[in-house]
T-cell receptor
Framework: DGGITQSPKYLFRKEGQNVTLSCEQNLNHDAMYWYRQDPGQGLRLIYYSQIVNDFQKGDIAEGYSVSREKKESFPLTVTSAQKNPTAFYLC????????????FGEGSRLTVL | GESVGLHLPTLSVQEGDNSIINCAYSNSASDYFIWYKQESGKGPQFIIDIRSNMDKRQGQRVTVLLNKTVKHLSLQIAATQPGDSAVYFCAEPKGNYGQNFVFGPGTRLSVLP
């Protein structure tokens, strides 16, 4: 079945370490997104990519980095520069020029120890 | 600026009753809105959408109402079931980011037996 796969589902990190969250989609969508979700808050956009080899910062890009070398993949690195990285991270994709509906993965929960 | 918010952070309803979840938005230029459902520990799932040239749209057991005069959306769930327990978000497009969306904090719906 087509969908978005995020891994790992749970991740623990020590302060000062970088971690990379994986996001793979087989929906043949051009656009991919990373959102952060904190308790009691709406989703906030970290980075998005509308096409391979191109990506733009979202509202809260500081302390994060991404790459888009393949259409199917959009990994997110949480760097040591991110001051409060403990959160639930959601990857999504959409059809460019479509209705705008976002298809989300199951999420990755990052905890900094 | 743009913002999407929800009137009630939590809502409890008896199984079989109808549920109404509200959402206020501030950008009168928004022409499209989506409702998402997020079950615990999972990514949001599309429920229903509505364009600004409509004031009502019905799906299976769900109805979305749009009142552009007061910039208000509501999601009505008929005959609420235990499986409807989740957090519900409304979202509107954020023009600067193409198909990116602004999400409200969500309303948690609890279905009582």
């Amino acid at each position: 079945d087509g969908g978005i796969t995020q891994s790992p589902k749970y991740l623990f990190r020590k302060e000062g370490q970088n971690v990379t969250l994986s996001c793979e989609q087989n929906l043949n969508h051009d656009a991919m997104y990373w959102y952060r979700q904190d308790p009691g808050q709406g989703l906030r956009l970290i980075y998005y990519s509308q096409i391979v080899n191109d990506f733009q910062k979202g509202d809260i890009a500081e302390g994060y980095s991404v790459s888009r070398e393949k259409k199917e993949s959009f990994p997110l690195t949480v760097t040591s520069a991110q001051k409060n990285p403990t959160a639930f991270y959601l990857c999504a994709s959409s059809i460019t020029g479509g209705t705008g509906e976002l298809f989300f993965g199951e999420g990755s929960r990052l905890t900094v120890l | 600026g743009e913002s999407v918010g929800l009137h009630l952070p939590t809502l409890s309803v008896q199984e079989g009753d109808n549920s109404i979840i509200n959402c206020a938005y501030s950008n009168s230029a928004s022409d499209y809105f989506i409702w998402y459902k997020q079950e615990s520990g999972k990514g949001p799932q599309f429920i229903i959408d509505i364009r600004s040239n409509m004031d009502k749209r019905q799906g299976q057991r769900v109805t979305v109402l749009l009142n552009k005069t007061v910039k208000h959306l509501s999601l009505q769930i008929a005959a609420t079931q235990p499986g409807d327990s989740a957090v519900y978000f409304c979202a509107e497009p954020k023009g600067n980011y193409g198909q990116n969306f602004v999400f409200g904090p969500g309303t948690r719906l609890s279905v009582l037996p």
